[in-house]
């Protein structure tokens, strides 16, 4: 059983248009949080939600809009994607937000 | 901002051999966090360390925090190619945000 799960695991498509990246965590943890990690391996927090209230709103362009329709879910949408959008977008949920994380798969996100 | 550096970026060793890696922060932490992270996966959590602990032990893996000097270590000992892998650490800073840092590339040559 998967614990955090990401779909779709690959995703291409062309500058301007939206798209949307889910995520489901099944360990009951009360958190979850959207990651991007750069071709650089650099990886730095964009959202985090505690109990479906968004907590940590980092300086993400507003085209970036998460939504958590229950504590089980946090998905990533994405408006007028851009060339530098491209990345590998990681999901991943803690018991509480000062816990270990667990992260998901991993999005692979390629903007031509 | 980047607020963890860790060093060194890359790391080769035999198998066998201690592996160390350093991490270094820039503001005060609730806990520190290793993580690992195999080629095209996402990462897996390690080990957590609190402000108040000195050293920590889980298995292969021993971590230590200088909360003085900011900055922390992971050691694998008697490291095996499966630790072939990017390493990781996370300072939480007490917004509750995790900070991590560039990472560590280690290969263990069998």
């Known amino acids: 059983d998967t614990a955090v799960s990401q779909t779709p695991k690959y995703l291409v498509t062309q500058m301007g248009n939206d798209k949307s990246i889910k995520c489901e965590q099944n360990l009951g943890h009360d958190t979850m949080y959207w990651y991007k990690q750069d071709s650089k391996k650099f990886l730095k927090i964009m959202f985090s939600y505690n109990n479906k209230e968004l907590i940590i709103n980092e300086t993400v362009p507003n085209r970036f809009s998460p939504k958590s329709p229950d504590k089980a879910h946090l998905n990533l949408h994405i408006n007028s994607l851009e060339l530098g959008d491209s990345a590998v977008y990681f999901c991943?949920?803690?018991?509480?937000?000062?816990?270990?994380?667990?992260f998901g798969p991993g999005t692979r996100l390629t903007v031509t | 901002s980047q607020q963890g550096e860790e060093d060194p970026q890359a790391l080769s060793i035999q198998e066998g051999e201690n592996a160390t890696m350093n991490c270094s922060y820039k503001?005060?932490?609730?806990?520190l966090q290793w993580y690992r992270q195999n080629s095209g996966r996402g990462l897996v959590h390690l080990i957590l360390?609190?402000?108040?602990?000195r050293e920590k032990h889980s298995g292969r893996l021993r971590v230590t925090l200088d909360t003085s000097k900011k900055s922390s270590s992971l050691l694998i000992t008697a490291s095996r190619a499966a630790d072939t892998a990017s390493y990781f650490c996370?300072?939480?800073?007490?917004?509750?945000?995790?900070?991590f840092g560039a990472g560590t590339i280690l290969r263990v040559k069998s």
């Open positions: 991943a949920s803690s018991r509480r937000m000062d816990y270990e994380q667990y």
């Open positions: 503001t005060s932490i609730n806990n």
């Open positions: 360390i609190r402000s108040n602990e």
């Open positions: 996370g300072s939480m800073e007490y917004g509750n945000k995790l900070v």
